[in-house]
């Protein structure tokens, strides 16, 4: 199973696009927030499963602000991350998540990748697909693989 994870495309597509065609057919995407009100586009682009949050620049959104569900067992947490203070810390949001019994959390808001595996957590940022701000500014994403044996795996991508 292949899953494209990004945030924070801020109604800008071109790179989304670009990724997509990149990594060829997937099984699932995720978009962690910011999609400013076009996740129905960002919905018809692909022909798979499609979980989108609400971020703090989608304003007047329908949009849930978390979402939980399972991948092949793996209990997964996403977020904008904005109410956790993220950008200070992860400290708020892995308590949460380890809370809720998540396996994975995934959140954005930041423009940063992040990737960290934890005895019992994988916590994940793909960035921003449209307007990063890490050093040396690109894109960025990320592809979650689940193999036959149910095993997880997880590889910031740039553009």
């Known amino acids: ?66 979402e939980e569900f399972f991948i092949n067992g793996y209990h997964v947490f996403i977020t904008h991350g904005h109410y956790y203070y993220v950008g200070m810390s992860e400290d708020r949001l892995k308590a949460e998540a380890r809370g809720r019994g998540a396996d994975i959390v995934m959140y954005g808001h930041t423009h940063r990748p992040a990737l960290k595996v934890e005895k019992d957590l994988v916590v994940l940022n793909p960035g921003s697909i449209a307007f990063p701000r890490q050093e040396g500014r690109k894109a960025s994403y990320i592809i979650m693989c689940i193999d036959g044996r149910g095993d997880a795996g997880f590889e910031i991508k740039f553009l």
């Not at 994870?5 to 989304?16: G, R």
């Not at 990594?23 to 499963?49: F, N, Q, R, T």
């Open 1 to 66: 199973m292949k899953i494209l994870i990004v945030s924070d495309t801020h109604k800008s597509h071109k790179n989304l696009e670009k990724a997509l065609e990149r990594e060829g057919p997937i099984d699932m995407l995720i978009h962690l927030g910011d999609a400013e009100g076009k996740e129905d586009y960002i919905g018809a682009l692909v022909s798979c499963p499609f979980h989108v949050i609400s971020g703090n620049n989608d304003f007047f959104s329908d949009l849930p602000r978390e």
